[in-house]
């Protein structure tokens, strides 16, 4: 009953709140795009690959991110729209090669459909980048076993959720996220650790994804 | 007065939690809002919420206004139109009533808080007042296309904040300080937005006349041309060829605004041979204005500008599907498909009022979506936490950080 036992170091639940900075950059076409994509900040790379994940967290199915929208909805480039909605951020643990990523999806699609440059949005529906200032707040949170931990994971913000699965992994290259991190090396348990290392958060609601989390470690604790 | 404790059975425990929290790395700042009204307009309202609000929170918070002549105001009042962008001859003369009104006011008001917080371009020029302490642009109006006369003389005070904060991307513009986007919101509990009983809604409809027996489209605007009341009723008119259904809508200020009368004039005009149009021009009633969201079947806001429209706001927390124009901060709330529909003209408009009719299921799941997007984004704990972070974000310029 290893998962009972008390874990080496305590797991401090942290809040993520974030404001959105406006640059004052925008784009009307893809070429403009690509060249801000290059220059913008990280946090503005980060900001609009994950903003529907937080500000839409209930919709089902989940909408893309914000450079897939826009190409889509408001260029009418559905086939790039679709390549960039489906770029697997799981595959990355730091910013900068994402942004690589989907600069050489646009890049590409631009040499093989010549027209795409021509398109551009209407005024009022330009791409205005943005970037997320994150404030990181321990919470009053803090368990040292497993059975804990699932309470307080019924009953944490999306925000908490948000901050330990998504921002810790990508924005803080911390290449996992938190739980696992702590499962494996607090409590001991990789397979466990494991299980929840390979959930793609990316292609569910936050509600969702604390109901697949809980129900895990759940299992783990009924039939170790 | 409504306490934080009572949003809990709308937006959990854990986010007025989080709302203490920040709270507490305010400790030992005061904030001063300044604007230049304390009733009436958006600005007003907002203020009369969140000032308690934060004072709750022990965030030292006072609320101070400017004072002005009516000359001071009409002038306020051409800046405001020529911001959104409408031609409006300014002369070097009501440079000069702004001038010195806002010198009579820097030389009266007193800017003690650690952070001012002024609102709007009424009290811009206090900012030479500024030692020492941090101060905030909060602009309020739709900015993206502002008659550049007016925009470069604000300007100059504009680059002396510490940061700017706008309600929509389309907003910003390159500035030499920083520039946030936190948008309004709505407040649950306000008789605006609050549930009602159904009895309630009954005696409203029955009030105004109008009978529940088939589908019922409703715009709650002002009578203004950039609501376009006429184009709502051309595409009534294009649903109502196929689906039997009854357009309202429902307004007030057309009495101290004379182009107001000359659309309502037209607006009645057009309707005159439907019977099943409802024209009402309302007093300020927000009890009847929640009764006749909730009894509708679709909500359309068929602006041709809009600073935000928090309307749509109010529609989709009562979760009610929504076809809105794609202009000013509308797209933010809702999201093409996801939590409403969006149109550019009288025919999508149509068009997407017969799809939402036609299909109640899918009507329904963009109203429950939009509710959740409200609830998550648009409400006035989102907008106090905003607040409190922007304020956290003058002593810590970095993209992270830790509290």
Partial sequence: MSHLLKAKEPFRFYTRLHLSELTGLRATTLVQLVKLIKEVPGSSIYHHTHRFLQQHQFFSPEPPNDFAYWVTEILGEKELGERLASIDIMQFSRIYDLREKIISVIEAYLKEERFAQLKFAREGEEFHFIKSVSFVIPTNYVVDNLADFVEIMKKITFDSIYFHIFEARLRLEKKTNDFSFWIEHSVGDKKLADELTDLDPYTRTLDDLRAAIINIIDKRLFNP | ?403
């Fill in chain 2, 1 to 403: 007065m409504i306490r934080l404790q009572e949003y809990v059975p709308i937006v959990g425990q854990s986010v007025i939690d989080d709302l203490r929290l920040i709270a507490t790395r305010l400790e030992g700042k005061s904030i001063q809002h300044i604007n230049s009204t304390s009733v009436g307009g958006g600005v007003a309202e907002i203020l009369n919420r969140m000032v308690p609000l934060l004072q709750e929170l022990g965030v030292g918070t006072r609320w101070d206004l400017i004072k002005g002549g009516e000359q001071f105001f009409e002038v306020t009042k051409k800046f405001h139109n020529a911001l959104h962008g409408y031609s409006a001859e300014i002369t070097k003369k009501d440079f000069e009533i702004f001038l010195e009104t806002s010198q009579q006011n820097i030389n009266e008001v007193d800017t003690f808080g650690n952070i001012v917080f002024v609102h709007d371009p009424q009290p811009i020029a206090l900012v030479k007042k500024k030692q020492g302490n941090k101060w905030l642009w909060r602009c309020h109006i739709d900015v993206s296309n502002p008659d550049e006369k007016v925009w470069n003389f604000l300007m100059e005070y504009i680059v002396r904040y510490d940061s700017a904060v706008f309600s929509a991307p389309s907003f910003s513009r390159r500035l030499p300080i920083r520039q946030f986007l936190i948008s309004p919101s709505i407040d649950p509990l306000s008789d605006k937005n609050k549930e009602l009983p159904q009895d309630i809604v009954d005696a409203v409809l029955s009030k105004y006349k109008i009978p529940q027996d088939k589908p019922m489209i409703t715009q709650i605007s002002r009578f203004d041309r950039l609501k376009d009341p006429l184009g709502v009723i051309e595409a009534y008119k294009e649903v109502k060829k196929h689906i039997d259904c009854r357009l309202v809508l429902a307004g007030g200020g057309a009495a101290d605004d004379p182009e107001g009368a000359v659309i309502f004039t037209q607006v009645m005009e057009k309707a005159k041979n439907d019977k099943d149009i409802h024209i009402l021009l309302l007093a300020q009633n927000d009890i009847e204005i929640n009764a006749l969201q909730r009894a509708s079947t679709v909500i359309i806001q068929k602006s041709i500008r809009e600073g935000f429209g928090l309307t749509v706001a109010e529609a989709l927390w009562k979760a009610k599907p929504v076809v809105a124009s794609n202009v000013g901060g509308i797209p933010l709330q809702v999201k093409h498909k996801y939590s409403g529909l969006l149109c550019h003209s009288v025919a999508g408009a149509a068009f997407a009022i017969k799809q939402l009719l036609n299909s109640p299921v899918y009507a329904m799941k963009l109203g429950e979506n939009g509710r959740e997007h409200i609830r998550s984004n648009f409400l006035i704990t989102r907008h106090l936490r905003d607040y409190m972070l922007l304020f956290l974000s003058l002593y810590h310029p970095e993209d992270i950080v830790h509290l």
